[in-house]
């Protein structure tokens, strides 16, 4: 083969070569993270996602088209690009409590999986040995051997004993304990962690980046968004709250022109965004704070002739479905 030949394909294959560099440099990854705790009847307890509720979110997500990976996918990709789903998602479980059993029935159901944070002091070796945290019991061992073996659902550290490792001097004791707890019940490395209380500070960043753990989950309440540049360490997490939650719709007051409609609300205090369609047609959206128990105005602003709007409020991400509904509205004249 002639030497021209030759240096022109390594001169293509540096060039190929510099410029998946360069993307990997210089791209970002969008994820959100999502934070849920227990699982089981919830009432009042806004930790606690009612298992009809979890079942819901996941229908959404599988219809508006996410894929779930693990953290350890998302440090692939960053370290050596493995490639992601288009739309990706991780579902976390904090402080693991027997209720995630009932969670991974459903997630294997729409295919998905999710990581389970474990509080390893609180982790006992056998059945009458069992703690319980936050009044709800917790996991042993021998399930969480299980459970990892049917690979819905995965397991890393929550710390030893849930201490806020932003208040110790030196957490580093706290994160290698959890470690060595993971990996001896489970026979293998973890490769994540997730902040007590999710708190942290550079001394903390400082003590994981000298552990083994690769991944970090914080708790900002917001999307992930990671660049090459950024430390795996503070990775942002969405908040789900649970706990029981009701909507309605209703007209301020009949025959009243223009109308006016109130989104009635019951459940623990969100940060949600509110769609609008008058007939079908996207209106506008407009982000609320709900508060416990009321009722807020909604800001319609009708076109004329509209006989029926549609309600959909999802939470302040558009992420989490939490309600679509229906108003009929007589036609009549109604200026912006």
Request: proline share 4%; charged share 25%.
């Amino acid at each position: 083969m002639p030497i021209k030949k030759i240096l022109s394909g390594v001169v293509v294959l540096l060039l190929l070569a510099c410029g998946f560099l360069y993307c990997q440099k210089h791209r970002t990854i969008t994820v959100p993270v999502l934070m849920y705790h227990k699982f089981g009847s919830a009432g009042s307890d806004v930790w606690t996602m009612d298992l009809k509720e979890f079942r819901r979110d996941l229908a959404s997500f599988s219809a508006q088209g996410y894929k779930t990976i693990l953290p350890k996918d998302l440090a692939a990709n960053k370290k050596w690009g493995r490639p992601l789903p288009s739309k990706p998602m991780i579902i976390t479980m904090d402080d693991g409590h027997i209720g995630v059993t009932n969670a991974e029935v459903l997630l294997k159901e729409y295919g998905y999986k999710a990581i389970v944070y474990l509080i390893t002091d609180m982790t006992a070796s056998n059945d009458a040995a069992r703690f319980s945290w936050n009044g709800a019991p917790c996991l042993i061992w021998d399930e969480v051997k299980a459970i990892e073996s049917r690979g819905v659902l995965s397991f890393g550290g929550h710390s030893a004993s849930h201490a806020n490792l932003a208040s110790l001097a030196d957490p580093s004791e706290e994160i290698r304990r959890c470690f060595n707890d993971l990996r001896r019940n489970l026979g293998h490395k973890p490769d994540s962690f997730c902040y007590p209380f999710n708190q942290y500070n550079p001394r903390v960043v400082a003590a994981m980046t000298g552990s083994r753990f690769t991944t970090g989950m914080a708790g900002s309440d917001t999307v992930a968004v990671i660049s090459a540049a950024d430390d795996m360490f503070k990775i942002a997490r969405v908040s789900v709250f649970g706990g029981d939650k009701s909507f309605r719709l209703s007209k301020v007051s009949e025959g009243v022109k223009p109308e006016k409609v109130l989104l009635h609300y019951k459940g623990p205090p969100m940060d949600v965004s509110v769609r609008i369609k008058a007939d079908g047609f996207f209106l506008r959206m407009q982000f609320r704070k709900l508060a416990g128990d009321g009722a807020e105005l909604l800001d319609t602003d009708l076109p004329a002739g509209i006989k029926e709007l549609e309600v959909e409020v999802w939470d302040k991400h558009g992420i989490i479905h939490h309600y679509s509904g229906c108003l009929k509205l007589e036609a009549s004249e109604i200026v912006k």
